[in-house]
């Protein structure tokens, strides 16, 4: 997961350079309240496993039921083995029925099929109920105090008495239906969880694509070692106002006078300025923008304090190249023996490039917009952590970029 990349003596060595760069001091204790590398949100927020199937592929909640994919699978062969309609689990998940599925592709079930035991391969029986609908007190294991604290996704809790099944408690997931316009990143954003996770619970593609309509489950979250469910996701802009009011047209519009020669000539006039406004004040704000220092698919965005820029994955040798003119203010190696470049900019602005190799500038050299700094490394680590910075504190570099 590129979050789990940048180990925490490299992100101590990038911080002592940034702050003394801008010329500020630091807390060394990376979860000590400095807006910069911070490991604290990280340390408090972990995103649980995804529950194991049964044979069958089922995962079986008291609200809704869901089937994992093998590797080969269509629509129509998860419906055979789950025992459902292949036309209405298609035409619920927004797919045809022989629609080619990847492995660990979550489906939504429309109705309720049998529930999982340890006939199909399951570690307990019924569905995973949360930890309040089971009187833990009165089983025995050391299970119990696992489910308790909820340390786990799922715990199996012995029976009560012999003869009774096995029962599986953990907290049942959020489940969001995917509407028009929204992303993977969108929508993990919403419920503060990262991407990959989002990606890994529901067998997404490496392109983290979803589709309209489709059912996703959001991945339960490890808070202080409590696992938890997703918080709500934020409400969205314009949700719940008021629709204005139309303008009543109960009333004729006023006759229409035809307009002299000099009015027309007027208006003409007026809508050439309309068509060419003076753009020299947003000019100059676009110049003081950024360029991407590299053309690749973003797998990490920025979200503040948990992520201080954002990671551009790349083939191994591409080149980075400076975001904007400027100086190299520094040049460190980490204890990975991997880069970190500052560049420093007008108006206290610093961009910061992490994971860098075959360096092409020396500190104190001025670099030009556009000029190759360095490259991606190779082997598993093709990508590119880039930060823009006020001084010390981290912005979204997707303002800057165009």
Same mark, same amino acid.
């Given at each position: 997961?590129?979050? +789990?990349?940048?180990?925490?003596?490299?992100?101590?060595?990038?911080?002592?350079?940034? *702050?003394?760069?801008?010329?500020?001091?630091? $807390?060394?204790?990376?979860?000590?309240?400095? &807006?910069?590398?911070?490991?604290?949100?990280? *340390?408090?927020?972990?995103?649980?496993?995804?529950?194991?199937?049964?044979?069958?592929?089922?995962?079986?909640?008291?609200?809704?039921?869901?089937?994992?994919?093998?590797?080969? $699978?269509? @629509?129509?062969?998860?419906? +055979?083995?789950?025992?459902?309609?292949?036309?209405?689990?298609?035409?619920?998940?927004?797919?045809?029925?022989?629609? /080619?599925?990847?492995?660990?592709?979550?489906?939504?079930?429309?109705?309720?099929?049998?529930?999982?035991?340890?006939?199909?391969?399951?570690?307990?029986?019924?569905?995973?109920?949360?930890?309040?609908?089971? &009187?833990?007190?009165?089983?025995?294991?050391?299970? #119990?105090?696992?489910?308790?604290?909820?340390?786990?996704?799922?715990?199996?809790?012995?029976?009560?008495?012999?003869?009774?099944?096995?029962?599986?408690?953990?907290?049942?997931?959020?489940? !969001?239906? @995917?509407?028009?316009?929204?992303?993977?990143?969108?929508?993990?954003?919403?419920?503060?969880? %990262?991407?990959?996770?989002? %990606?890994?619970?529901?067998?997404?593609?490496? +392109?983290?694509?979803?589709?309209?309509?489709?059912?996703? /489950? #959001?991945?339960?979250?490890?808070?202080?070692?409590?696992?938890?469910?997703?918080?709500?996701?934020?409400?969205?802009?314009?949700?719940?106002?008021?629709?204005?009011?139309?303008?009543? *047209?109960?009333?004729?519009?006023? +006759?229409?006078?035809?307009? %002299?020669?000099?009015?027309?000539?007027?208006?003409?006039?007026?809508?050439?300025?309309?068509?060419?406004?003076?753009?020299?004040?947003?000019?100059?704000?676009?110049?003081?923008?950024?360029?991407?220092?590299?053309?690749?698919?973003?797998?990490?965005?920025?979200?503040?304090?948990?992520?201080?820029?954002? $990671?551009?994955?790349?083939?191994?040798?591409?080149?980075?190249?400076?975001? =904007?003119?400027?100086?190299?203010?520094?040049?460190?190696? $980490?204890?990975?023996?991997?880069?970190? #470049?500052?560049?420093?900019?007008? &108006?206290?602005? /610093?961009?910061?490039?992490?994971?860098?190799?075959?360096?092409?500038?020396?500190?104190?050299?001025?670099?030009?917009?556009?000029?190759?700094? *360095?490259? @991606?490394?190779? =082997?598993? &680590?093709?990508?590119? !952590?880039?930060?823009?910075?006020?001084?010390?504190?981290?912005?979204?570099?997707?303002?800057?970029?165009?």
């Amino acid at each position: 997961m590129t979050g +789990q990349r940048r180990n925490p003596s490299r992100l101590l060595a990038a911080t002592c350079l940034v *702050a003394l760069v801008a010329g500020c001091t630091f $807390d060394s204790d990376l979860r000590g309240g400095l &807006d910069a590398f911070s490991t604290a949100d990280a *340390a408090r927020s972990a995103s649980a496993p995804r529950p194991q199937p049964d044979n069958r592929g089922i995962i079986s909640y008291p609200n809704y039921q869901v089937a994992v994919a093998r590797r080969d $699978d269509r @629509v129509a062969n998860v419906a +055979q083995r789950v025992g459902t309609d292949p036309a209405a689990l298609a035409r619920y998940n927004g797919l045809e029925v022989d629609s /080619l599925l990847r492995e660990g592709e979550v489906l939504a079930l429309p109705s309720r099929v049998a529930e999982p035991s340890p006939a199909t391969g399951a570690a307990g029986t019924g569905p995973i109920l949360a930890p309040g609908q089971v &009187d833990i007190t009165t089983m025995a294991g050391s299970a #119990i105090d696992r489910a308790a604290g909820n340390q786990v996704a799922v715990a199996t809790l012995p029976p009560a008495a012999p003869g009774e099944p096995s029962r599986q408690v953990g907290n049942e997931p959020v489940r !969001h239906q @995917v509407q028009r316009g929204e992303t993977a990143y969108t929508i993990a954003r919403a419920y503060g969880v %990262s991407v990959r996770a989002l %990606s890994d619970w529901n067998g997404l593609d490496s +392109q983290f694509t979803i589709r309209e309509g489709q059912f996703l /489950l #959001i991945p339960l979250v490890a808070e202080n070692g409590q696992v938890s469910a997703a918080p709500a996701p934020t409400e969205p802009p314009g949700a719940g106002s008021a629709t204005p009011v139309p303008p009543s *047209a109960s009333q004729p519009l006023p +006759q229409e006078q035809p307009l %002299s020669q000099a009015e027309a000539q007027a208006q003409a006039n007026e809508a050439k300025q309309e068509l060419a406004p003076d753009l020299s004040s947003e000019q100059a704000q676009v110049s003081t923008r950024f360029d991407y220092p590299l053309r690749g698919r973003i797998i990490r965005e920025y979200e503040k304090g948990r992520s201080d820029g954002i $990671d551009l994955a790349a083939d191994p040798g591409t080149a980075v190249k400076a975001a =904007g003119a400027g100086s190299v203010a520094a040049i460190i190696e $980490d204890t990975d023996s991997r880069a970190v #470049i500052v560049i420093k900019h007008d &108006d206290s602005l /610093l961009t910061l490039y992490s994971n860098v190799s075959a360096i092409t500038v020396a500190k104190g050299d001025a670099v030009s917009r556009g000029q190759k700094i *360095a490259q @991606v490394p190779g =082997g598993n &680590d093709a990508y590119l !952590h880039f930060e823009v910075r006020r001084g010390l504190e981290t912005v979204n570099p997707m303002d800057f970029l165009p």
